[in-house]
């Protein structure tokens, strides 16, 4: 939708709150789009992506990090070690806990789902030279880390 589009009211397509949600929507389609495209989720991103980023971690430490729901992780990271791409083992310290990890395939699919966020990227922001790009992530980020202090 055209951030002019008549059927939208004049004092709502100037609005940044207005925007950014409708962007957001945008967004979240193409990566919906672009994680089907490997049989995934976000979900399955995120846990896939931590994992390369920060190594193994237990489920619980893996859902803080990733911002994720304990429940949320365990379907996940059930998922994710059916198809081969983490595996869930007893953590030596505390046998109580299992440490989540990722396989080789696992590695690999990260790293293909990263191409898709990078080409998802390149589709949502096409318009935006590289430089407005730099200046978007930086005051994006800056409002998100102004609420999430809140």
Not at 17 to 40: C, I, K, P, V, Y
Not at 51 to 78: F, H, M, T
Not at 92 to 100: E, F, K, L, T
Not at 132 to 141: Q, Y
């Amino acid at each position: 939708m055209d951030a002019t589009a008549p059927q939208s009211p004049a004092g709502l397509r100037t609005t940044p709150s207005w925007l950014l949600n409708q962007t957001a929507s945008h967004a979240g389609r193409l990566l919906a789009e672009g994680f089907a495209a490997h049989d995934l989720r976000g979900y399955h991103y995120r846990l896939l992506a931590s994992l390369a980023e920060d190594g193994p971690a237990s489920q619980a430490d893996l859902g803080r990090r990733c911002g994720i729901d304990r429940s949320d992780v365990v379907a996940a990271v059930n998922d994710l070690a059916g198809r081969g791409l983490v595996v869930r083992a007893p953590d030596p310290a505390d046998r109580r806990r299992n440490v989540i990890s990722l396989t080789d395939s696992g590695a690999a699919e990260a790293h293909r789902m990263t191409d898709t966020v990078t080409r998802v990227q390149d589709d949502l922001l096409a318009p935006l030279s590289t430089a407005e790009r730099a200046e978007l992530t930086r005051l994006l980020t800056r409002l998100l880390d102004h609420h999430n202090r809140r």
